[in-house]
């Protein structure tokens, strides 16, 4: 296992070293936001301890989790007032042997009803608000899963997972974009302790666009001075998340999990707690408290930043920011609810969402729990 870990560090540093000048920083972004109330109630911090279908988002290994009975997962969130749609679907499989688990996971983001007013302005200057249209501007990504247990033991269990996710994106009938991608995951349990690695874009994902444009909206884009776009390939560079998690009982029927992870990055400077070119480190923190395994409370904080205070009106004071989060949890039999309050910029300002999600074990008997 060791020499799979080092294997598996070596290839991630190696790819982002030698094709970190084709890569564009925040490429497929969102692909970052998340999956699950849980998770995101959690900081983001999931890849040591996550165990459900969710896992094949945040570390395909933990697909291993699901051994008895098929999972369904559902969330669904609005953001920006309602502006940006984000939903998400996932279906994990078990074999019948219960050692591997096949997982199958949509994600969608759209901004739904933009305005199109490329043809607002008659070629006389007047304005003819009937040649406005409307268009959406939607992200897809369809992820393929599969993890298999490679050593189980008392004492010490290792798990392993790949995925193989197919990007399509779109604007509007104006461009459209496919890529292909890999992820690779390890997740090893030791006593009480929980160590998770996840590789994200292994290989480098790409998205090749292509731009459709009629000799009527070119004219328009050339003589208001825009570029005519024409076809490009966009790179997503290498992602290594790191991950340690614990379980510490607090009685009976309480216990308590904390996990930290490291998000490192390979495609230059960012503004992180970390950083420098091409590496960046960003730490996520998360809490779980559960409550005889039916009410859970959590918490997390991530995305730390260094920015411009608000009272200052010289723009020199820079401050720590960081985006925390909430949420709580039911499980009912074989039904879990989750309730997750996200923060999209940092803790000074109130720029909240709401977000829910469903899990669903399809176990043949509901007093059986996964």
């Known amino acids: 296992m ?3 870990t080092t294997y598996l560090l070596l290839v991630m540093t190696l790819l982002s070293l030698s094709t970190h000048a084709q890569f564009r920083k925040y490429s497929n972004e969102f692909l970052n936001i998340g999956a699950g109330a849980r998770g995101l109630a959690m900081g983001s911090a999931q890849v040591a301890s996550v165990s459900d279908g969710t896992s094949g988002y945040w570390n395909p290994a933990g697909l291993v989790g699901v051994e008895k009975y098929p999972q369904i997962n559902l969330m669904h969130a609005e953001y920006f007032a309602g502006i940006g749609k984000y939903d998400y679907v996932g279906v994990a499989l078990p074999t019948s042997n ?11 983001f759209a901004v739904d009803d933009i305005m199109n007013t490329l043809f607002l302005v008659e070629p006389d200057g007047s304005l003819n608000y009937n040649n406005i249209q409307s268009f959406s501007s ?53 006593n009480k302790w929980k160590f998770g690695i996840s590789g994200r874009d292994i290989t480098t994902t790409f998205n090749a666009w292509s731009f459709s444009f009629t000799e009527r909206e070119k004219q328009v884009l050339y003589l208001t001075n825009n570029d005519i776009p024409v076809k490009s390939t966009e ?26 992870n490291l998000d490192v990055t390979f495609d230059g400077k960012r503004n992180t707690i970390l950083n420098s070119d091409p590496v960046s480190v960003d730490p996520k923190l998360g809490l ?11 918490g997390g904080i991530n995305n730390f930043q260094r920015a411009l205070a608000d009272a200052d009106t010289l723009n020199q004071k820079r401050v720590w920011i960081y985006q925390p989060s909430a949420g709580v949890g039911f499980k009912i039999s ?21 977000v829910f999600s469903l899990k669903l074990n399809l176990a043949a008997n509901k007093n059986k729990d996964q």
């Open 98 to 108: 219960g050692k591997r688990t096949i997982g199958i996971t949509g994600l969608r």
């Open 138 to 190: 939607a992200d897809y990504a369809f992820i393929f899963s599969m993890a298999q247990k490679l050593k189980e033991s008392d004492k010490k269990n290792i798990h392993f997972g790949v995925n193989a996710k197919v990007i399509h994106r779109g604007v509007g009938k104006f461009a459209k974009a496919w890529g292909f991608g890999l992820d690779a995951g390890v997740q090893i349990f030791h």
């Open 235 to 260: 790179l997503t560079a290498p992602r290594l998340v790191l991950g340690v998690a614990r379980d510490f009982k607090l009685g009976e029927k309480l216990s308590l999990l904390a996990e930290a």
């Open 288 to 298: 779980e408290l559960n409550v005889k395994n039916i009410f859970f409370l959590r």
């Open 2 to 4: 060791k020499s799979t």
């Open 334 to 354: 074989n039904v879990t609810v989750d309730y997750a309050f996200t923060n999209l910029a940092n803790q000074s300002n109130p720029l909240f969402t709401h």
